[in-house]
């Protein structure tokens, strides 16, 4: 674990220090938003600019300006947080209901945006369960798109895709055949890229050809890369500009921003190469638990693996709480487990271990394990994100 030092934090508490190093985590997670910022990355932030964002800050502007050269748009605007993000790029594409988006019924802005779509831009969500159960195709999309004038629906205008979804890669040449269908009937075509990063890391392809199919993009900083906070959105010159006045209406109009812009910069320049010990830990918990009989509801294709322990006798709520009681806890959140930079290889030994131990514990008071457990499949499609009741 990581330390901050007191010559560092020179006007700092020792309550303050303390509860920094308690924090930082080495651990398996429920989520990757859980990395804290090393000594290094905060060395290097504490020497950014300090001016106001709205009115341009030094570093956040540089920021922005290395974004979009690095996705090949002409301009980005930064953000703190991915919702707010995909919300102001659906407002900023959206100008007057009644209008529509086409999603995967999975994705971050239809399940857990608090119905922004909605709230800020009054549109109707379209969501489709893919019938591969790993990715929307363009056939779905063209069957649950509304492309007429027909005044009893509200014509579909956007299309949103996100990638990775669950840790899943969305393939390229199928994001290609929707670019195309997209900008032959006028529509606009979004990206929560969150975690593109990932992508780009496992396919070795750069960030601006996964992202040139799009009119915007939205990339986190805090998923993937570790900085602990901002997202940037990127796009054309006057939807950024448009997007810039909607992230003040939002109330995302920050102040000295330099210090959180320049730990994404420190993030970006640093931490992506992380990435491929992160997909190879992931893949190594994967095959533990199939090893152990577990079954997998999601591939570990990046970061995240689905898991559904029920062959094994066992429950999330008591895995949940056994984790908990190790000598080096481990926070769970019930089927998904997320690897991030700042997890070890012995938390991923420890977590699979437990499993283990806990499938013995089962077969010594009798259990014997049904045939089948669950079928995905057949048109049948089930949310692979479980929580326990008890975290809740």
Partial sequence: MHTVSRSFLSQSSPDLICILHRTSSSNLHAADTITVPTPEM????????????????????ALEKHMARLTG????????????SNQIAIRTHLT???????????????????????????????????????????????????????????????????????????????????????KENDLKLHLDGARIWHVAAELAIPLEELVSPFDSVSICFSKGLGAPIGTCLMGPAAFINKARWLRKLFGGGMRQTGFLSASAAYAVSNNFEKLFHVHELTRRIEKGLIELGAEILSPAETCMVFYDPAPLGLEYAEILERAAKLPDPITLGGSRLVCHIQTSDQAVADFLALISQLKEEKKAEGWVPPEKTHVNGNGVIRDVYVRPKAIH
């Fill in 73 to 84: 748009k002409e301009a980005a605007l930064f953000l703190p947080s991915g919702t707010m």
């Fill in 96 to 182: 007057q209901p009644p209008h529509s988006i086409v999603c995967d019924a999975r994705t971050h802005i239809h399940k857990y945006e608090a119905g922004g779509a909605a709230f800020h831009s009054q549109a109707a969500v379209i969501p489709i369960h893919p019938a591969n159960g790993h990715h929307i195709t363009l056939e779905e999309i063209i069957h649950n798109a509304d492309l007429t004038s027909d005044i009893h629906f509200a014509p579909t205008k956007l299309i949103v895709l996100e990638n990775t979804l669950n840790g899943t890669i969305f393939p390229q040449d199928e994001i290609l055949r929707i670019a195309k269908f997209a």
């Fill in 42 to 61: 905060m060395s290097y932030a504490a020497l950014s600019s300090l001016g106001d964002a709205v009115y341009h800050e030094a570093a956040t502007e």
